[in-house]
């Protein structure tokens, strides 16, 4: 199984992958998993914040991220 994003579309896909004889990869099975993997996304770094009250992650070509845990009324 491969994760991918469409360019047009911008919607994250998860699926197969085959390459035809020109070199081309192309999709099959592939389905939309773009909310459930954002909430994943986000529920990780959510849970990686509790620990130091922020989360971040670099990479390579695209930039960085930064996710900062504001803290619930009382917590300290």
Excluded: C, P, Q
Excluded at 36 to 43: G, Y
Excluded at 47 to 53: I, L, M, R
């Amino acid at each position: 199984m491969k994760f991918g994003t469409s360019l047009l579309s911008n919607k994250i896909y998860a699926g197969n992958t085959r390459i035809n004889k020109d070199g081309i990869e192309l999709w099959t099975k592939k389905t939309d998993v773009t909310d459930e993997v954002v909430k994943a996304v986000f529920e990780h770094m959510y849970n990686e914040a509790k620990k130091t009250g922020t989360y971040e992650v670099s990479i390579k070509g695209f930039g960085k991220m930064t996710f900062v845990r504001e803290k619930k009324d009382g917590e300290k």
